[in-house]
C-alpha cells in the first residue's frame, strides 16, 4: 500500500485458516493519503480466471531478501503479467515463462529472480483491455512449484465483507 502507520489488530476483517491470507479494513482516507485507488469489481466474485486470460500477479520473493537494518522493514514486490494456463473450479495456474518479461524501473535485474518461494498470500488480477487499464482483483497465490507454476485460488473464498469462506 505505501508508507502509513497501520494498527493492524483494530483493522484486521479475517485470517484463513487454510491459506495463507488475511484481510483487513482499508479506509478511503489511507488511499487518500497515500495517493492510491481501490480495484474495483463490476460484482462480488469477479468471474474466475479463464485459460490464456492476461493477468499480473505479485509477490514478495524469498529471494529478495535481506537482512534490515536495525529498525527497518523491507519488503520487495514484484509484479510480473503472464497467462492463464490451465483454471478448474477451485483453482488457476499461470506457467512462469519469463520470455515477454520487462524489468521496472527501480526493481531488481530479472536474471535475479531464479525461486519464486514467497509469492503466496500475493494477489492475482484479471487485465481487463480496455481504454484504461483496468486490474480486476481474482485469485490469491497459494503454490509455486519447481516446473515453474504459479498456483492460485479463484477469489470466491473471500465474502465481499472481508470475512473469509
Not at 488457476?92 to 531488481?108: A, P
Not at 500475493?122 to 482483483?137: A, H, S
Amino acid at each position: 500500500l505505501g508508507s502509513i502507520p497501520l494498527d493492524i489488530e483494530i483493522r484486521l476483517i479475517a485470517e484463513g485458516d487454510k491459506r495463507d491470507i488475511a484481510t483487513m479494513q482499508i479506509e478511503n482516507e489511507d488511499l487518500h493519503t497515500l495517493g492510491k485507488r481501490c480495484c474495483d469489481c463490476t460484482s462480488w466474485p469477479p468471474p474466475d480466471a479463464k485459460n490464456n486470460e492476461t493477468v499480473v500477479f505479485a509477490g514478495y520473493p524469498q529471494i529478495y531478501r535481506g537482512e534490515p537494518r536495525t529498525g527497518e522493514i523491507r519488503i520487495e514486490s514484484v509484479p510480473i503479467i503472464e497467462t492463464v494456463h490451465d483454471s478448474s473450479p477451485r483453482h488457476f495456474s499461470i506457467g512462469l515463462s519469463g520470455e515477454d518479461w520487462v524489468k521496472l524501473i527501480g526493481y531488481r535485474e530479472l536474471s535475479e529472480l531464479t525461486k519464486f518461494a514467497g509469492f503466496s498470500g500475493g494477489p492475482v488480477f484479471r487485465l481487463k483491455d480496455t481504454e484504461i487499464v483496468v486490474l480486476e482483483p481474482i485469485g490469491v497465490i497459494y503454490q509455486y512449484n519447481s516446473y515453474g507454476i504459479i498456483h492460485a485460488l479463484h477469489i470466491g473464498f473471500i465474502n465481499a465483507d472481508g470475512t473469509i469462506i
